[in-house]
């Protein structure tokens, strides 16, 4: 059974940096695609970053320079470097994979939460 396993969230003030990190575990194959989406109380899940098995990445506008996607496709893990972080970056964010012959996954979810 595939797993995503997240860390990395908590608390930090306008200005710090956080790095969410996410290991998908239980699947023999490469994930095709990871990332990040955030969602908040109300709103829809929306993106954050994703990047291919190949290193093609995607971000959202409002967190391009200032985010950075990364992953380790021999070990299946995903990292998202949060730095300047505002106000408006925080919620809850899930890790995603979609992982070939299997199918798409999600975390558990970890908060982020920036203070002013």
């Known amino acids: 059974q595939v797993q995503l396993v997240e860390s990395g969230g908590g608390l930090v003030q306008a200005g710090g940096s956080l790095r969410l990190s996410c290991a998908a575990s239980g699947t023999a194959f490469s994930a095709d695609r990871m990332g990040w989406y955030r969602q908040t109380l109300g709103k829809q899940r929306e993106l954050v970053a994703t990047?291919?098995?190949?290193?093609?990445?995607n971000y959202a506008d409002s967190v391009k320079g200032r985010f950075t996607i990364s992953r380790d496709n021999a070990k299946n893990t995903v990292l998202l470097q949060m730095n300047s972080l505002k106000p408006e970056d925080a919620g809850v964010y899930y890790c995603?994979?979609?992982?070939?012959?299997?199918?798409?996954?999600w975390g558990q979810g970890t908060q982020v939460t920036v203070s002013r």
């Open positions: 995603y994979a979609l992982i070939s012959y299997s199918g798409a996954y």
């Open positions: 990047i291919s098995n190949r290193g093609r990445t």
